[in-house]
């Protein structure tokens, strides 16, 4: 039986839970409590994330730890749920919620800011239909990783407290160790929570839900009218602000090779977190096309194609604002189309600042798109490395005899390179007065998908110090130095082919 923490406990750890999503109708959640876990270790935990929320776990033992972050022991003002949401997963429609996580509620940090704090893989609830509500240690691992990686490469993102694992087994294609991860994030409120809502028909919910959101993640929007007649009412401004920020976060998945290899509905989140990293990875050879899922069998979220999917996400997002934007359905369906419309011209403007950051330059000219798309033209058919391209040219080592080098002789880049140093002079900037911008745009390591897996093979054999020592090169991903150096080099050619599966 899950029980609580004393008073002095929550008080000594920090917690400061509020459970402000459960003032919404209860339909939209409902109370579950983790599973019984009887044997649960503690894996590692993020002591720097525990410090920016207020929290502290330093003078807790590792068992009082273990029970807290697999459910077994709770904090007192904790109030566990699971959130209902549906989704549109590689574009069919379905009902879902969570169905192996429990939200504890929201903590409020010493700053004021509220935050999620939830178990991924603690037990079956009311929206589990026939699965088991349990995770296994290396999808919890991994998620650790790169979510506490893109946070460092200044990417929105939840985040990871803490993994244990369950001493429970998990049943998949193999008998795996069952694990919990503890995530935080701004909200878990989806694409598909307000999905959920149109589903079953129920606008006072939507509008409550909408006016929540706004409250939450948008105050500057909450003094706006919410009258259908004002064509500037707050749920017009909400759906354009959504967009805005979806846009700004796929730019940023795009400059770093970033592929989330999922993009359903349900794992939008209106708050412009990147969530649920489960067949995600990073573009080694850049090539537009690349997909690393194995279910993705028709390439439907690839690189190239995550900017066009977050316009239909956004798309199926704007269809449930509909009975808030207009009296009028046909005047709110143009409105909506409207906002929807501009979701490509904002893309393109976060994601070409990026690009001229990126390439070192501090203003802007109309020639820049096609350069940039010159070198990605290069890029793709000389098949060079997305990362390291970009980092050559920060650091000028183009001649510095490691691999992939020797395309920076063909005639193709040599052209490029010396269009790139003509826009540089267009400037009165030199490669040198350019490099101190582009070393802080480029990142000279990612979460390269061998080294990932590497790390995860480690962990779950019992040693934790391969991925650790990862995560010291991960959360400084522009610092260039000897102990970086290994982790920059791309895979060997006979782990190219890489996949990535759901972790489900």
Not at 230 to 250: E, G, M, T
Not at 460 to 470: C, N, P, T, Y
Request: glycine share 8%.
């Amino acid at each position: 039986m899950t029980s609580q923490f004393s008073s002095a406990d929550s008080d000594g750890q920090g917690w400061n839970l509020e459970s402000s999503y459960c003032a919404l109708p209860e339909v939209l959640f409902k109370d579950a409590t983790p599973a019984e876990f009887f044997d649960p270790k503690l894996c590692l935990v993020n002591h720097t994330l525990a410090q920016e929320l207020g929290l502290d776990f330093l003078s807790f033992e590792d068992n009082v730890l273990a029970q807290l972050f697999s459910g077994q022991l709770l904090p007192e003002t904790s109030r566990p749920i699971a959130q209902a949401y549906a989704g549109h997963q590689f574009g069919g429609f379905t009902t879902l919620g969570d169905g192996r996580a429990h939200l504890l509620g929201e903590h409020r940090t010493p700053s004021g800011r509220l935050v999620d704090v939830q178990f991924k893989g603690s037990g079956v609830t009311p929206f589990s239909r026939s699965g088991d509500g349990l995770a296994a240690l290396g999808p919890m691992l991994r998620e650790y990783i790169i979510s506490e990686a893109m946070h460092a490469l200044g990417i929105p993102s939840t985040r990871s407290l803490a993994v244990v694992t369950t001493g429970q087994p998990v049943y998949r294609e193999t008998v795996q160790q069952g694990a919990v991860l503890t995530r935080v994030a701004s909200s878990h409120i989806r694409v598909g929570t307000f999905q959920y809502l149109a589903a079953i028909k129920d606008p006072e919910t939507l509008k409550q839900l909408a006016d929540y959101t706004i409250d939450r993640h948008y105050p500057d929007l909450a003094d706006a009218s919410d009258d259908r007649s004002d064509k500037s009412n707050r749920y017009l401004l909400l759906l354009a602000r959504v967009i805005d920020v979806q846009a700004a976060l796929v730019a940023k998945w795009q400059l770093v090779g970033f592929i989330h290899g999922v993009m359903n509905t349900d794992n939008m989140a209106i708050g412009g977190d990147t969530i649920d990293y489960g067949p995600c990875a990073f573009m080694d050879r850049y090539h537009p096309g690349t997909v690393f899922s194995s279910i993705d069998h028709g390439g439907r979220y690839a690189y190239a194609n995550q900017p066009p999917i977050a316009q239909w996400n956004l798309a199926r997002f704007a269809e449930t604002l509909i009975p808030l934007l207009d009296e009028d359905q046909e005047r709110a369906i143009e409105v909506a189309t409207d906002a929807l419309h501009q979701f490509p011209e904002l893309h393109e403007s976060y994601w070409l600042d990026g690009m001229r950051q990126k390439l070192g330059f501090q203003v802007s000219k109309s020639e820049d798109r096609e350069l940039v798309d010159s070198l990605l033209a290069w890029m793709e058919t000389a098949e060079v490395d997305f990362t390291n391209t970009f980092d050559d040219l920060s650091t000028g080592s183009l001649s510095a005899g490691k691999p992939g080098v020797a395309a920076y002789q063909q005639p193709e880049f040599k052209i490029w390179f010396e269009r790139w140093q003509s826009r540089l002079q267009a400037e009165g900037m030199s490669e040198e007065s350019a490099r101190d911008g582009m070393l802080q745009a480029n990142p000279a390591v990612i979460p390269r998908n061998h080294r990932v897996e590497e790390a995860l093979a480690a962990a779950v054999a019992g040693d934790l110090g391969v991925m650790e020592r990862l995560m010291q090169v991960l959360l400084n991903p522009f610092a260039r130095n000897d102990a970086s150096l290994a982790y920059r080099d791309p895979p060997p050619p006979n782990q190219c082919d890489y996949k990535t599966f759901c972790g489900t």
